[in-house]
């Protein structure tokens, strides 16, 4: 019998609930008063990291990655501990950044390439762009190989899909074009000239990282070519002699994930072709070259927050600007069996590095604990540059978090996840809605409902016991189960009546 499809697992109650719920309104909620005490309108700078784990920082306690300029981040801003991705994956994420928006909204819902597409997204720099900010994206956009200009940005310096770490080409100034040097220099070099142009109004600066990503081919079909982790010259080898702290979720057999049959089911295939291979060795989980390699990308990348910092602080706009810094999705190093398959529901993919600088509003040092979410960026940064927040925008400002005062906070976060694309064959079906609160996580697989997964992080940070069918968590699951259920359907209230 075929496994049913998330509709059918909402029952009409809760439908009617959660249809309520989303209530109506006007085209746009009205801009705020201003959310600090400067009056005037900050600069906005926002700096995306590729397959950043949330823990790979100094400042998220890591014991040996040197990262300076962005613990400095969150020693002068806030230090978000309960960040994640509403969809762990490049592409889809990157367009959820900019919109606000679920992929189940904005349409890009998978790595496949959608130019005509994300050339007509309804992004938060063109809203700045139309209240008089001066806009510019440096780096990588990646929804798809085409690197021309995209509405809401008066300059434009973009890497065709994923680009190259050394000599990359640069869409720049009207053409296509090889520059020589290490990427991410050269992307900070752009973002500094920017900081530094005289202007009389404030600016938006969006710099999109190449790194900590590999240098491959990603093909139209999101199809890739296998390559490697290119560090700056200057830094490779710095962590030659360093070892990744490998977390305790790491099996040896695929024996030990018969609590998350979805993932072995997955992990078979990859490794034999059927869906029921003998209790062996899963993948290899990420090899030290490699980890120490992703870690010397990020060398370069502190480096050029610092840059950006000190340029701003040469004319004097530190700190009347707001600086995000976070990434697009994370990335396993063989906890669960899994590496490159980023794109799944636990912790170590889905949770987000993320840190905002803005001394007129936040307090130094700040870790706020409420949920965050990746749709959460675009309404914060439209309300701090006092612009309407759009009603098709699906997150939530941060600013009561910022302020420290956040009352009727949301006490969960979806995140959602389609396999339309076909370049690990072992994922397809392993679509899934996940609901994260903060103690609980409960995953509902859409085409097999009947291997849902269920995890008390309060006892269980590293995802080990699948609690979906203890009967001692049954009232937790079906209260879960119904919440996630409201969570879908106001994620795609919009597409259906629009």
């Given at each position: 019998m075929?496994?049913?499809?998330?509709?059918?697992?909402?029952?009409?109650?809760?439908?009617?609930?959660?249809?309520?719920?989303?209530?109506?309104?006007?085209?746009?909620?009205?801009?705020?008063?201003?959310a600090?005490?400067?009056?005037?309108?900050?600069?906005?700078v926002?700096?995306?990291?590729?397959?950043?784990?949330?823990?790979?920082?100094?400042?998220?306690?890591?014991?040996?990655?040197?990262?300076?300029n962005?613990?400095?981040?969150?020693?002068?801003?806030?230090?978000f501990?309960?960040?994640?991705?509403?969809?762990?994956?490049?592409?889809?994420?990157?367009?959820?950044?900019?919109?606000?928006?679920?992929?189940s909204?904005?349409?890009?819902t998978?790595?496949v390439?959608?130019?005509?597409?994300?050339?007509?997204?309804?992004?938060?720099?063109?809203?700045?762009?139309?209240?008089?900010?001066?806009t510019?994206?440096?780096?990588?956009?990646?929804?798809?190989?085409?690197?021309?200009?995209?509405?809401?940005?008066d300059?434009?310096?973009?890497?065709?899909?994923?680009?190259?770490s050394?000599?990359?080409?640069?869409?720049?100034?009207?053409?296509?074009?090889?520059?020589?040097?290490?990427?991410?220099?050269?992307?900070?070099?752009?973002?500094v000239?920017?900081?530094?142009?005289?202007?009389?109004?404030?600016?938006?600066?969006?710099?999109?990282?190449?790194?900590i990503?590999?240098?491959?081919?990603?093909?139209?079909?999101?199809?890739?070519?296998?390559?490697?982790?290119?560090?700056?010259p200057?830094?490779?080898?710095?962590?030659d002699?360093?070892?990744?702290?490998?977390r305790?979720?790491?099996?040896?057999?695929?024996?030990?994930?018969?609590?998350?049959?979805?993932?072995?089911r997955?992990?078979?295939?990859?490794?034999?072709?059927?869906?029921?291979?003998?209790?062996?060795?899963?993948?290899?989980?990420?090899?030290?070259?490699?980890?120490?390699?992703?870690?010397?990308?990020?060398?370069?990348?502190?480096?050029?927050?610092?840059?950006?910092?000190?340029?701003?602080?040469?004319?004097?706009?530190?700190?009347?600007?707001?600086?995000?810094?976070?990434s697009?999705?994370?990335?396993?190093?063989?906890?669960?069996?899994?590496?490159?398959?980023?794109?799944?529901p636990y912790?170590?993919?889905?949770?987000?590095?993320?840190?905002?600088?803005?001394?007129?509003?936040?307090?130094?040092?700040?870790?706020?604990?409420?949920?965050?979410?990746?749709?959460?960026?675009?309404?914060?940064?439209?309300?701090?540059?006092?612009?309407?927040?759009?009603?098709?925008?699906?997150?939530?400002?941060?600013?009561?978090?910022?302020?420290?005062?956040?009352?009727?906070?949301?006490?969960?976060?979806?995140?959602?996840?389609?396999?339309?694309?076909?370049?690990?064959?072992?994922?397809?079906?392993?679509?899934?809605?996940?609901?994260?609160?903060?103690?609980?996580?409960?995953?509902?697989?859409v085409?097999f409902?009947?291997?849902?997964?269920?995890?008390?992080?309060?006892?269980?940070?590293?995802?080990?016991?699948?609690l979906?069918?203890?009967?001692?968590?049954?009232?937790?699951?079906?209260?879960?189960r119904?919440?996630?259920?409201?969570?879908?359907?106001?994620?795609?209230?919009?597409?259906?009546?629009?």
């Amino acid at each position: 019998m075929k496994a049913p499809r998330w509709g059918a697992l909402v029952v009409p109650a809760l439908a009617a609930a959660a249809c309520a719920a989303c209530g109506g309104g006007s085209s746009e909620r009205g801009a705020p008063a201003a959310a600090g005490t400067d009056t005037a309108r900050p600069n906005i700078v926002v700096v995306v990291v590729d397959d950043l784990r949330w823990d790979e920082l100094g400042a998220a306690g890591h014991p040996w990655i040197e990262t300076p300029n962005i613990d400095r981040i969150a020693a002068e801003g806030a230090h978000f501990v309960n960040a994640f991705h509403a969809v762990s994956l490049c592409s889809p994420n990157r367009a959820t950044l900019l919109t606000g928006q679920f992929p189940s909204q904005h349409g890009i819902t998978d790595n496949v390439a959608r130019p005509l597409l994300s050339h007509r997204l309804r992004t938060f720099p063109q809203a700045l762009q139309q209240r008089g900010y001066r806009t510019a994206f440096i780096g990588k956009w990646h929804m798809g190989n085409d690197a021309t200009p995209r509405p809401g940005f008066d300059y434009w310096a973009a890497l065709p899909g994923q680009g190259r770490s050394t000599d990359p080409e640069l869409y720049e100034n009207g053409s296509l074009h090889v520059v020589r040097g290490y990427a991410t220099d050269l992307l900070t070099d752009r973002a500094v000239e920017f900081i530094r142009q005289a202007r009389s109004g404030p600016f938006l600066m969006y710099l999109a990282h190449k790194a900590i990503h590999p240098d491959i081919t990603q093909r139209d079909d999101a199809s890739v070519t296998k390559g490697e982790y290119v560090p700056a010259p200057r830094h490779r080898g710095r962590y030659d002699t360093r070892n990744w702290p490998a977390r305790g979720n790491v099996p040896h057999r695929l024996g030990e994930l018969n609590g998350m049959p979805v993932v072995r089911r997955a992990l078979s295939w990859n490794l034999t072709g059927g869906p029921d291979a003998p209790d062996s060795t899963p993948s290899a989980p990420a090899d030290e070259i490699t980890i120490r390699r992703r870690a010397e990308m990020l060398l370069a990348v502190d480096e050029s927050l610092g840059r950006i910092l000190a340029a701003l602080a040469e004319r004097g706009e530190l700190d009347r600007t707001v600086v995000v810094f976070t990434s697009d999705n994370g990335f396993f190093y063989g906890e669960h069996g899994l590496t490159s398959e980023r794109r799944l529901p636990y912790e170590e993919s889905i949770r987000n590095a993320l840190l905002v600088r803005y001394p007129p509003l936040v307090r130094a040092g700040s870790r706020p604990r409420e949920l965050a979410l990746s749709t959460d960026i675009a309404p914060t940064l439209l309300e701090l540059a006092g612009a309407p927040v759009g009603e098709h925008i699906q997150g939530r400002s941060l600013v009561p978090v910022l302020r420290g005062h956040a009352p009727g906070w949301r006490t969960s976060v979806l995140v959602e996840f389609y396999t339309h694309e076909q370049p690990f064959p072992h994922l397809m079906d392993t679509d899934y809605r996940a609901l994260r609160t903060d103690r609980y996580k409960y995953i509902h697989w859409v085409r097999f409902p009947e291997q849902d997964e269920l995890y008390d992080l309060e006892s269980d940070s590293l995802e080990l016991r699948n609690l979906a069918h203890e009967p001692f968590m049954a009232s937790t699951r079906s209260r879960l189960r119904a919440e996630l259920g409201q969570e879908v359907l106001g994620a795609l209230r919009l597409r259906a009546g629009s």
